[in-house]
């Protein structure tokens, strides 16, 4: 099974930006896609952002659309969050996942990484 190791996580004010990082074990397969989501406390985990492993066609929750960019890098078997302009609503541990459906419901992904925190406060 394939490992994901995210990274970036940090304490930012509103307004600021920050990069997440999802780091594979293996090159993604054809097939697979990569979430990320977010929970913070006493909250439900939430869909965040998709992308296929191949050919793009990113999705996006209303709450971080137009702010929020998920990118991936093939040949490093990393997906990147770029957050922008970002609320403190958005202060919560963020987890990236891989799965084979382009689903934005976690129960559709079967791994995930340990989470980064994202803490925007002023």
């Known amino acids: 099974q394939v490992q994901l190791v995210e990274s970036g996580g940090g304490s930012v004010q509103p307004g600021g930006s920050l990069r997440l990082s999802c780091a594979a074990s293996?090159?993604?397969?054809?097939?697979?896609?990569f979430g990320w989501f977010r929970q913070a406390p006493g909250k439900e985990r939430d869909f965040v952002a998709l992308?296929?492993?191949?050919?793009?066609?990113?999705f996006y929750a209303d709450s971080v659309k137009g702010r929020f960019t998920i990118s991936r890098d093939n040949p490093k078997n990393i997906v990147y969050l770029q957050m922008n302009n970002l609320k403190v609503e958005d202060t919560a541990v963020y987890y990236c996942?891989?799965?084979?459906?382009?689903?934005?419901?976690?129960?559709?992904?079967?791994?995930w990484g340990q989470g980064t925190q994202v803490t925007v406060a002023s």
């Open positions: 996942a891989v799965g084979s459906q382009y689903e934005s419901n976690s129960r559709a992904y079967e791994a």
């Open positions: 293996r090159r993604p397969y054809s097939r697979e896609v």
């Open positions: 992308i296929r492993s191949r050919g793009g066609s990113e």
